[in-house]
């Protein structure tokens, strides 16, 4: 197996959030919350660039809402084009803010981009002609998902003919976790006996090892 590689996990970019419940009256203030999510983002494709990683992962809610503004796609599909001149492949999923039925400017993504869709698939991602890593994702068709899609892409892993790393991305709930919606529930005791290598998970905004 071939571990030399490096990549970049982030998830739940939330372009556009609008910062409801903050009031602030200065202007200045309200600019920097405006446009905290695009700044973030920035960075994190500049991060990927400079670190020369082989590949991202972008792990749902990419959007604030599934009625995503234009400016929020123009923005990211920007994003996607800058790590296609540096040869950074972006694998990503869509969340329960962003599922699949929502609106959308444009679906031809860069070719350095590969968006998973709603049945549970396998990417190989290749180095000098060799496979570098199984990538396994899945995206929400819809808004509420209460189905344990940890398992489909466990079995999914499990047959897979090249002996690489493997990486699951999944936005879920692992463990019942009580701070955010039941969405894709799964147990650690899921994540744990599955072949997957590691899991690039999102949905729940803080960031923690849980295992």
Same mark, same amino acid.
């Given at each position: ?55 991202? =992962? =972008? ?89 344990? =899609? ?62």
């Amino acid at each position: 197996m071939n571990s030399n590689f490096k990549f970049i996990h982030c998830a739940d970019l939330h372009l556009d959030a609008p910062f409801k419940g903050i009031n602030i009256d200065n202007p200045t203030f309200q600019n920097i919350l405006r446009n905290s999510t695009f700044q973030a983002f920035e960075k994190i494709v500049k991060t990927a660039i400079n670190q020369n990683v082989d590949f991202m =992962i =972008i792990s749902g809610d990419i959007y604030n809402s599934s009625d995503k503004s234009l400016y929020a796609q123009l923005f990211f599909f920007k994003q996607m084009k800058i790590l296609m001149q540096h040869n950074i492949t972006c694998f990503l999923i869509h969340g329960n803010h962003d599922p699949l039925d929502g609106w959308e400017v444009d679906t031809n993504f860069p070719l350095n981009v590969h968006r998973f869709t709603s049945n549970v698939s396998c990417e190989t991602i290749m180095k000098n002609d060799k496979p570098l890593a199984n990538i396994i994702g899945y995206s929400y068709p819809k808004r509420e998902i209460t189905t344990n =899609i940890s398992l489909l892409i466990s079995e999914v892993a499990k047959n897979q003919k090249h002996n690489v790393f493997t990486i699951g991305v999944l936005h879920c709930n692992v463990g019942k976790n009580l701070t955010t919606e039941n969405y894709a529930p799964c147990s650690l005791e899921d994540l744990k006996t599955s072949t997957v290598n590691y899991w690039a998970l999102g949905h729940v905004h803080t960031m923690s090892i849980i295992n």
